[in-house]
C-alpha cells in the first residue's frame, strides 16, 4: 500500500499532483472510500456536524470534494458487527482511503478491531491520512495526541512507518503547534520525526519516503 501522509489535506497543487502520481491515474478516473471513525472520539471534533463535513466534502480543503469518480463510507466501527464478506471486496476495489483527522488512537484501536489494519498490507489502494489519519501508521503519537484513552493503555499505533509525526505546525501566536511545542514533542517521542504544516505531506512507498511541501517542514532524529 502507498500512504500520503498529510496535516491538512490535500491543501495545494504539489499535493495533489502527489496523490495523482500515487494513483497513476487522474482522480476522475478513481474510486474512493472515506474513513471517518477517528473524528468521533475526539472532543474538539467529535460526532456530528463536521463528521459530516467530512464524508459529504462541505468542509475546507475537503478530500472527498477532489473529483473522485465515487466516493463511499467506510465506518470502522460498525465493521465488526457485519459479515467480513459484505465489506472486504468493497475495501479492496477502492483505488484510495480517504482517512478524516480526529483522535489516533482510536482510529488505531477500530482499525485493528475491525480486521483493517490487517488488510492493509494487501491493498493496492493509496492510503491519504489527514493529521490522526496519518499519525496513525507511525509507532506512536505520543501522550499530547490521545484524547481517547485506549484500551492497551498508551499510545502505539500501528507501526506502519518506523517515523513519527508532528502535524500542524504553524508559527507562533497562530493556530496550531508552535516549533517550539513540535521540538519538545520529538525530544520525547523515540523515533525519528517529521514535523510538518499543513501545506506538507509525506509521500511513502517502497521507494522511502518524499516529503512534497509548499510550506514548512523539519526532520528531526531521536535524541541520543
Known amino acids: 500500500m502507498k500512504l500520503l501522509l498529510t496535516s491538512g489535506g490535500v491543501t495545494n497543487p ?3 499532483a502527489a496523490l495523482v502520481d500515487l494513483l497513476g491515474r487522474p ?3 478513481c474510486d474512493a472510500l472515506c474513513v471517518p471513525t477517528a473524528q468521533y472520539a475526539h472532543p474538539w471534533v467529535g460526532p456530528g456536524v463536521k463528521p459530516w463535513g467530512f464524508i459529504s466534502g462541505t468542509e475546507p480543503h475537503a478530500m472527498t470534494a477532489l473529483g473522485w469518480r465515487s466516493v ?3 465506518e470502522l466501527t460498525a465493521l465488526p458487527s457485519i459479515p467480513r464478506e459484505l465489506w472486504e471486496p468493497t475495501v479492496r ?3 484510495v482511503l480517504l482517512a478524516a483527522g480526529g483522535d489516533a488512537a482510536y482510529l488505531a484501536h477500530w482499525m485493528r478491531e475491525s480486521g483493517l489494519a490487517d488488510l492493509l498490507p494487501e491493498l493496492d ?3 491519504v491520512g489527514l493529521s490522526a489519519g496519518s499519525m496513525v501508521m507511525t509507532p506512536r503519537v505520543g501522550a499530547d495526541f490521545v484524547q481517547w484513552e485506549p484500551l492497551i493503555g498508551d499510545d502505539r499505533q500501528l507501526g506502519l512507518v518506523d517515523f513519527c509525526l508532528c502535524p500542524h505546525l504553524a508559527a507562533d501566536g497562530e493556530p496550531g503547534n508552535s516549533m ?3 521540538e519538545a514533542w520529538a525530544a520525547g517521542i523515540g523515533h525519528p520525526a517529521y514535523i510538518v ?4 505531506a509525506l509521500v511513502v512507498t517502497d521507494a522511502g519516503v ?3 511541501s509548499e510550506g514548512r517542514w523539519r526532520y528531526v532524529e531521536p535524541a541520543s
Open 14 to 16: 504539489s499535493i495533489e
Open 27 to 29: 482522480i476522475a478516473e
Open 72 to 74: 463511499g463510507v467506510l
Open 197 to 200: 504544516d499543513d501545506q506538507t
Open 93 to 95: 476495489e477502492a483505488d
Open 210 to 212: 518524499e516529503v512534497v
Open 125 to 127: 489502494a493509496v492510503w
Open 180 to 182: 517550539a511545542e513540535c
